[in-house]
């Protein structure tokens, strides 16, 4: 019974490491996506690259640093209020019930704080505000992020009335990591998608990454004849 309960316990946290990889993959994935927005923006003099790239995963720092604190409070400092492994109690209880968990995942994930940071940014880019443009930028991109999120997280998609409600979230029939709901083929997908987006950065940035290179040389170059 032991080594059944042992092995169930093995079996679950195996489970949970491959179930949060998955979600630390899904940030690259949104940083990715925007970068490759970002690429043809440019070239037509629309957009602010930093703040889309930045937009494409400020909603996910909160968990990602959440995480480690709770990793690092409940191995060091505290017990773990109930049995089972730290992940589990972070990702499946706090995330859920933990006001600082709720408002700290869900601040740039509410279409209420990035809707209102999207109004101020286009306020000031009419009234010429320096920092007008790359705000309304950061909020597009945040937007674009929690799009994504609605419709690829099942039971545990982004609160995205917050802090007006605090429990409405869009169950979408597809989840990127739930295996009732498709997680399995969509992980492949992604990956698929993220393979066809860094090929798509690397040959549309290749001239910049070699020109850069090539100066690096010629200045290491005039160096050793010094
Ligand atoms: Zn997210």
Redesign the pocket.
């Known amino acids: 019974m032991a080594a059944w309960l042992r092995g169930q316990r093995q079996a679950t946290s195996f489970y949970l490491v491959v179930s949060n990889v998955a979600g630390i993959m ?2 690259p994935t ?1 940083f990715l996506i925007a970068g490759a927005l970002a690429v043809p923006a440019r070239r037509h003099l629309i957009g602010n690259t930093p703040a889309l790239l930045l937009g494409a995963v400020l ?2 720092i909160p ?1 990602a640093l959440l995480t480690l604190w709770g990793l690092f409070y409940y191995r060091w400092i505290a017990p773990l209020p109930q049995p089972g492994v730290i992940m589990e109690y972070l990702h499946f209880t706090l995330y859920f019930t933990d006001p600082i968990w709720i408002a700290g ?1 869900n601040f740039f ?1 509410s279409l209420v704080v990035d809707g209102l940071l999207f109004a101020v940014g286009l306020w000031g880019w009419r009234h010429r505000q320096r920092w007008g443009v790359p705000l309304t930028w950061l909020a597009t991109s945040m937007l674009l ?2 799009t ?2 609605i419709f690829t997280h099942h039971s545990d998609g ?1 609160l995205i009335w917050w802090p007006v409600n605090w429990s409405y979230r869009f169950a979408s029939p597809i989840s990127y990591w739930e295996v009732a709901y498709g997680g399995a083929t969509f992980a492949r997908a992604e990956l698929i998608l993220n393979v066809l987006l860094s090929t798509y950065l690397l040959t549309a940035l290749w001239p910049q990454i070699k020109q850069q290179f090539l100066r690096w040389q010629a200045s290491a170059g005039s160096r050793q004849v010094r």
Do not use: G, L, R, S
């Open positions: 899904q940030t949104h909603p996910d968990f995942h994930h992020h929690v994504i999120d982004p």
